[in-house]
């Protein structure tokens, strides 16, 4: 169904994650990583996640071209400890790793109370809350902190040193969709940065510097050999360095600054590690935690503040299923050319 109005086209959720599955498999991946790419790449275009959606779908193409990363890895799940997991992904992409330590990680969490993942050699290109999301519904507390490419520079610093660094947090909230955070603790996501220079958009001041250092609110400046800048100062980069060393010292992943893929042209995802935290609440005096959550958010709303984490997302989402998902009738295109389709 196509809007005149709008030039938008509105596709089924099974249908676009279909579609997405054809490219990722017709540029090199295995079925199995084509899958689970496609359904949290079509999971963020329905839930209005724009910069992580089908805007992602070239990177994810050209980065199969230029070899940096396997599309048919295999990730080798080790058993370390009562609650830790460690998973090589093979220089593969992150999520088919967590989704082969997701069961063993479920099981840990409600046997010991919190169980850890670490994920290393992985490539995390993707929005972050649809990692963290399952474990709250099924009343587990999740965090999530992954590291990408040096773009950011860290408070009163020179030069890129920090990814964009995302923390996902997510919990159940009883009667309701669980809360969840995903933000990057870079001032905004470099995804984001992109749509701005590609609609020709000017961004916000204090959120990036040109090549010289010098602050620009150009978002193409701050592509062309500028960066972004921490959120909050120092605040935000006292916590984009703890994403640094949770998601890459503690994982065995590379740093930020730590890899080299200028033999690789085209390639645009970080090689680095994610690092995942699970709670059981029922475990603790927190048994009723789920309903402790409700109690705390309509203090929230009784306070002023009337949309919660995530809100936005499940509203979009509810309008995705009762509409289809909205996409601009020129991008469906691309991507049906992409597959390989007429």
């Known amino acids: 169904m196509q809007s005149g109005q709008d030039n938008k086209t509105h596709i089924s959720f099974v249908e676009l994650s279909a579609l997405l599955a054809s490219i990722f498999e017709r540029h090199g991946t295995s079925p199995e990583v084509a899958a689970i790419l496609a359904n949290n790449c079509a999971s963020a275009q329905r839930d209005g996640s724009d910069s992580h959606g089908t805007f992602r779908i070239p990177g994810y193409v050209s980065t199969l071209a230029s070899g940096w990363v396997d599309g048919k890895a295999v990730p080798e799940v080790k058993d370390s400890a009562p609650g830790f997991i460690a998973v090589d992904a093979k220089n593969g992409f992150a999520q088919p790793a967590l989704a082969a330590a997701h069961a063993l990680l479920l099981e840990k969490a409600r046997t010991n109370g919190i169980a850890l993942l670490a994920i290393h050699n992985s490539h995390h290109f993707a929005a972050l809350w649809p990692d963290v999301e399952p474990f709250a519904r099924d009343g587990l507390v999740a ?125 645009q995802t970080p090689w680095t590690g994610q690092l995942l935290i699970v709670i059981d609440p029922s475990k603790g005096a927190g048994n009723n935690f789920a309903q402790r959550c409700e109690i705390l958010v309509r203090q929230m709303q009784a306070a002023g503040q ?29 991507l049906r050319a992409l597959a390989g389709q007429p």
């Not at 500028?226 to 959120?231: D, K």
């Not at 509203?315 to 009738?329: C, L, T």
């Open 143 to 267: 965090l999530s902190f992954v590291n990408s490419m040096a773009c950011v520079v860290p408070h009163g610093g020179k030069q890129a040193l920090f990814g964009t660094n995302p923390i996902a947090f997510a919990a159940p909230r009883e009667g309701h969709d669980p809360l969840v955070f995903d933000l990057a603790t870079s001032a905004i996501a470099n995804g984001d940065v992109q749509i701005a220079a590609r609609e020709g958009r000017q961004l916000p001041e204090g959120y990036g510097v040109d090549r010289n250092g010098q602050p620009t609110c150009d978002a193409k400046a701050i592509l062309d050999g500028g960066a972004l800048l921490p959120f909050g100062g120092y605040k935000g980069s006292a916590l984009s360095m703890m994403v640094e060393l949770l998601a890459a010292a503690l994982t065995g992943g590379n740093f930020s600054f730590d890899f080299d893929w200028s033999g690789y042209p085209g390639a």
């Open 306 to 334: 009337p949309r919660q984490p995530g809100d936005r997302r499940y509203r979009q989402r509810a309008q995705s299923e009762r509409d289809g998902i909205a996409i601009a009738a020129e991008e469906l295109a691309r």
